[in-house]
């Protein structure tokens, strides 16, 4: 497993973390995403330190808390110092309806860290992320908040998730007027058949040194190698789910067949399987620190921790980057027209 630092950070992370949004199941819409028992979560905890990928990574709304709560559970066993703990805040749980609980005010934050640190058993967090932005507390109050967690040593390191690019910026720069603790790190939808943060993060992150930890890197299951043409869907499959929030913009169809295809091919050339080249193909982007990977069973995850440990091609990388290619929004597109003094990421 190869470590890379997260960010401009001095914090090493495996480049592949196991996401915990399957333990718990609670109400429908994690149930879509797995029922992992205790026992079970255990299991997969230790294969994947066995393996070198030591970091986990929760948030207090998966499962209404259930999900930290079973992490803190599955890692008990282990020296609190060889883990790695993720966890977000921001987004209201649905067992808590005041008009206080949600957003990342000082009030909603020092509350769901605590509870967040309970439930996890610890008393530290090692990356602390803002599970979306909040438009209506100014981040002065929310970074002065973050910053005060870390002086007091209850979180190592912040990061967001979700953010535009100018709500990262904005945060960078407020961080850096006051001396406080800065995003090291940005937690963000980013596969083959999602490529938009490209467009603005990539640059931003590459300039600024934030890290991306990359959520859903397998497109919400799409890049499974079990989505083809004419076939019906898998019966266990989040895509069921017709929340756009949970599935995010549906791709056009040929579009993503096209993608498979690329893959079919890149598979038949390296004998790994789909996930394992989309997850490589990931990993290979400029800014990526760490893949956010899961699992519903032993199978499964030992399967994804296969995608480390080897290298696409340059070849094969162009070949899946000319499949996944799509239009850009503006300014984007414009700017492509100006290589000579906008060059290109990736």
Not at 183 to 198: A, I, K, N, P, W
Not at 285 to 295: D, F, I, K, L, Y
Request: charged share 25%; net charge neutral; hydrophobic share 35%.
């Amino acid at each position: 497993m190869e470590y890379r630092l997260l960010g401009r950070s001095g914090l090493k992370v495996p480049e592949l973390c196991f996401g915990t949004g399957t333990f718990g199941g609670g109400g429908e819409f994690f149930k879509a995403w797995g029922q992992t028992s205790q026992e079970d979560a255990k299991k997969l905890i230790d294969i994947c330190m066995e393996a070198g990928c030591n970091f986990f990574d929760t948030a207090d709304v998966y499962s209404d808390g259930a999900s930290e709560t079973m992490l803190g559970k599955a890692i008990s066993h282990l020296k609190r110092q060889d883990v790695l703990i993720s966890t977000k805040a921001t987004f209201r749980q649905s067992v808590l309806t005041g008009p206080n609980d949600v957003g990342s005010s000082r009030y909603h934050l020092t509350k769901a860290l605590e509870a967040s640190l309970k439930r996890l058993g610890t008393d530290y967090i090692d990356v602390y992320h803002l599970h979306a932005f909040d438009a209506l507390t100014p981040v002065e109050e929310t970074l002065n908040t973050l910053d005060k967690m870390v002086r007091e040593g209850k979180v190592r390191y912040i990061a967001c998730s979700n953010f535009s690019g100018w709500h990262l910026m904005k945060s960078l720069s407020v961080s850096e007027r006051y001396g406080w603790a800065k995003y090291v790190g940005h937690q963000v939808y980013y596969s083959l058949v999602g490529r938009d943060y490209e467009w603005e993060l990539m640059p931003l992150a590459l300039d600024q040194g934030v890290g991306a930890l990359v959520w859903s890197p397998l497109g919400w299951g799409r890049l499974t190698g079990k989505i083809r043409r004419g076939q019906p869907l898998p019966e266990t499959s989040r895509l069921h789910e017709k929340s756009v929030v949970d599935n995010g913009p549906l791709p056009d169809e040929e579009y993503l067949y096209k993608v498979v295809d690329a893959l079919d091919e890149v598979a038949k050339e390296t004998g790994k399987t789909i996930p394992q080249i989309a997850l490589n193909w990931v990993l290979r982007r400029p800014s990526v620190s760490t893949v956010v990977m899961g699992a519903r069973d032993e199978k499964q995850l030992r399967a994804n921790l296969g995608a480390s440990g080897w290298k696409l091609t340059a070849e094969q990388i162009a070949k899946l980057d000319a499949a996944s290619e799509t239009a850009l929004a503006y300014p984007y597109w414009h700017q492509r027209q100006f290589e000579e003094r906008n060059p290109r990421p990736v």
